[in-house]
Every structure is written in structure tokens, then in C-alpha cells.
């Protein structure tokens, strides 16, 4: 999983069938001090994050269907939690 | 996924079994600005409906292949979807290619 912080969101009317209600939110990826590191990726939301908040992201097919208990959903990052703090 | 310009179509004679009729778009990664970002790719659209210029989110990897019908098929990149607005926290990220927040335009 990778640290990020949620910096928009998407709306989106034509879509795979999977994404029809599912909120898309663009995530930066950030180091554990909550630095941005440049790159970013789109997500789904599983935890009701906002736009500014810390999150975890998991970003694997396996596990994001698991999280939506499909086998074939087109699927790979899901925001799996929201952070308070990192300690390193 | 990733956010992506389209920016061309391409239109193959021969394709794998399983991909006939599936639409085949250029198209230009971007970052979160807005803008180009590395190189053009070839993905599948699953929304059938996308055309150059649109703003679309693409998945790669196995999962590119799993939104289409029939999904057991050689495919790296796909369209997922189309977007209609997405809005920034810092409006200093803001691109040219991409309306400020407010007014939430692709």
C-alpha cells in the first residue's frame, strides 16, 4: 500500500458499468512526512476520504477486487484507509 | 489508473481473436496538471464512446483487460471512462488544458 493525499475528485457520466456510483478521487502520492512526490493516480474511494486528507491506497488488482468481493472488476487502486499520523 | 488525453485514433485490419470491433485510441498520459506526460499509448476503449480531445481515465495491467467483453484478451492499456469534471485542491496546479476549479469544464 502507499501513502497519498487526496488533491480532487472526478466525476465521471460514461463509464465501465463497474464505476457506475463508485467516487473516483486523484490521490498524490506522498513520503511519510506527507511531502508530495510528483505522481499521482486515480482511485477508488472505499472509506469516505476528502479532498486534503491523508490516505492509504492500495494499488493491486487482487486485493482492490477483494475489497468489492469480484472476481473480473477492472479494478487495481482503492483508497483503503484514512491516515492520522505516520511515525518513522 | 491515470488520467490520459485522447489524441488519435488508430485503426487496425487485424486484431487477436476476442478484440474485433473494439475501439483502439492514442492516447497521451497527463499529470495532474494537466499536462503531456512520457509517451502516447494505444489503449482499448471500454466505454466505446470516447474520442480525441476527451480527458479519460485509463487502467493498466491485467485489469485493462478485465473491463472488456470478452475479457480474456492480449490488451495493457484501457479506457475506463470518460471525465466530466474533476477539481484540484491547489488552484496552482491548475494546467491550461484544464479550467479552474470553479468552473469544473474538461
Known amino acids: ?88 | 489508473m491515470l488520467l490520459g488525453r485522447v489524441i488519435g485514433t488508430v485503426v487496425p485490419c487485424v486484431v487477436y481473436e476476442g478484440l474485433q470491433g473494439v475501439p483502439m485510441l492514442f492516447v497521451q498520459p497527463v499529470n495532474k496538471s494537466g499536462e503531456p506526460k512520457g509517451a502516447p499509448l494505444v489503449a482499448a476503449d471500454a466505454t466505446r464512446m470516447a474520442g480525441p480531445g476527451e480527458l479519460v481515465y485509463y487502467e493498466g495491467g491485467r485489469e485493462a483487460a478485465l473491463a472488456l467483453d470478452p475479457w480474456f484478451v492480449p490488451v495493457d492499456h484501457t479506457i475506463i471512462g470518460i471525465v466530466d469534471t474533476w477539481g484540484q485542491t491547489s488552484k496552482d496546479d491548475l494546467g491550461t488544458t484544464l479550467l479552474p476549479r470553479s468552473s469544473f469544464e474538461v
Do not use: W
Open chain 1, 1 to 88: 500500500m502507499i501513502l497519498g493525499r487526496v488533491i480532487g475528485t472526478i466525476t465521471s457520466t460514461i463509464n465501465h458499468p463497474f464505476y457506475d456510483g463508485k467516487k473516483l478521487l486523484v490521490v498524490e502520492k506522498a513520503d511519510p512526512s506527507g511531502a508530495p512526490l510528483g505522481d499521482y493516480l486515480v482511485a477508488v474511494d472505499d472509506v469516505g476520504a476528502g479532498e486534503g486528507e491523508r490516505v492509504l491506497v492500495l494499488d493491486e488488482g487482487n486485493g482492490a477486487r477483494q475489497v468489492f468481493a469480484s472476481k473480473d472488476a477492472p479494478v487495481r487502486s482503492v483508497i483503503v484507509g484514512i491516515i492520522d499520523d505516520v511515525t518513522t
